[in-house]
């Protein structure tokens, strides 16, 4: 069988857990998560990061952070996860969804720009399979109206936009460390903080809404409750099973960029452009090698072709069912069609996709699916 998915260990994993525990100090903050952040801030340039015990936390963070209240506008891509939405209407937000590009699943900023009203408190975006979406766009439009821009970065890590880094662009983003991930520790996230008025309530928010980090830092004689919060730090633990991954990125990536270059000349070989879409990676986005997806012509086609890889035991999947006509959301969204996010959620499927696998198994794969979709 292959499996869609299968987590990456480097090898260096339980030396640093082993540490930690020499250390006897495993709740959060310690060495290894102080050592994580570091790596973010000095590789990418984020201003402050703080490691996270989810990236759903994070942006629950975020939402806290921006101050969201009920009945705030927050626009989000429909095509997404649901914690890109679900954070915010924590807080009481209205949220208004806004449908992908054509061509690919991000955001159209022209549908960000139609959906921006007075009551618009906060435009989240989600790179998609870590494809930068259009930021020159998109941060002209919140420049223009004055509106904070949240990057779901979740699955974005190592990826740029015209050579700068996703996740420096927002006033706040979120990386994930879902076993899913290209780096991963299980469950895990950051939160990186651009906005420097932001960084000090951010580190109370993620203390139970204690100023217990100034205490630590001998910036204040007592420690008290100051602010909202929750429990948002994970155990130094996990951050030394992160440092591991982290410290080999360039490993993980070049694996990543083998499995992904392969399946493209098998697939932009196959002259399929008539049969389903490939995915685009505009000029100014580098590919970070997530996953490789591609859509199909309709429902039909896609069903056909999971049920002949399942066949062969290969494990591919669709992805996500739009939020806005999820069964929490359905009644509350606005009513207004959003065409693309609707064929994503039909047609989008992604191939088995991690660094252990073989070339053999991608040509095997790839076969299975060029001869189905030729059938
Ligand atoms: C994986 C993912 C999340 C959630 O990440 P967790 O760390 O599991 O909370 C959120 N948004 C997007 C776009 C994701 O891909």
């Not at 954070?87 to 991000?106: E, K, T, Y």
């Not at 766009?137 to 699955?155: F, G, Y």
């Not at 203390?207 to 630590?216: A, D, L, P, Q, Y």
């Not at 012509?297 to 999971?306: F, N």
Request: charged share 20%; net charge negative; hydrophobic share 40%.
């Amino acid at each position: 069988m292959i499996p869609f998915n299968k987590p990456y260990l480097t090898g260096r994993e339980q030396g640093h857990i082993a540490r930690v525990l020499d250390n006897r100090k495993f709740s959060g903050d310690g060495e290894f998560t102080k050592k994580c952040q570091l790596w973010f801030e000095e590789r990418y340039g984020f201003k402050k990061t703080l490691l996270t015990t989810s990236c759903t936390d994070a942006l629950e963070m975020c939402a806290i952070l921006l101050d969201i209240q009920a009945g705030d506008e927050v626009i989000v891509p429909s095509y997404t996860f649901v914690s890109t939405a679900n954070a915010f209407v924590l807080r009481g937000a209205v949220i208004r969804f806004a449908d992908s590009l054509a061509d690919n699943p991000n955001v159209d900023p022209e549908q960000i720009a139609a959906l921006i009203t007075p009551r618009t408190k906060a435009i989240v975006i989600v790179h998609y399979a870590g494809v930068a979406c259009d930021m020159d766009r998109i941060m002209a439009l919140s420049t223009h109206h004055n509106i904070p821009v949240v990057e779901d970065a979740a699955q974005a890590i190592e990826s740029f936009h015209n050579g700068r880094p996703l996740g420096s662009f927002g006033a706040l983003s979120t990386f994930s460390f879902h076993e899913t991930k290209n780096v991963q520790c299980g469950e895990g996230g950051l939160l990186a903080i651009n906005d420097e008025k932001l960084i000090r309530r951010a580190e109370i928010i993620r203390e139970k809404g204690t100023n217990r980090s100034s205490f630590f830092r001998g910036e204040v004689d007592k420690y008290g409750w100051t602010d909202i919060g929750s429990s948002f730090l994970p155990s130094d633990l996990l951050a030394g099973f992160l440092l591991a991954q982290l410290e080999s990125i360039d490993h993980i990536q070049s694996e990543r960029i083998r499995v992904w270059q392969r399946y493209w000349t098998h697939f932009n070989g196959a002259a399929l452009q008539h049969r389903v879409q490939l995915p685009v990676i505009p000029a100014y986005a580098t590919n970070n090698a997530h996953m490789f997806y591609f859509t199909c012509s309709d429902l039909q086609q896609r069903s056909t072709l999971l049920a002949a890889l399942k066949a062969q035991n290969i494990m591919a999947v669709f992805h996500y069912q739009s939020l806005h006509e999820s069964p929490y959301y359905a009644n509350r969204h606005d009513g207004r069609i959003l065409a693309h996010c609707d064929r994503f959620t039909d047609c989008l499927i992604r191939l088995p996709f991690f660094p252990e696998l073989t070339n053999e198994q991608i040509d095997e794969i790839s076969r299975t699916v060029i001869s189905v979709l030729k059938s």
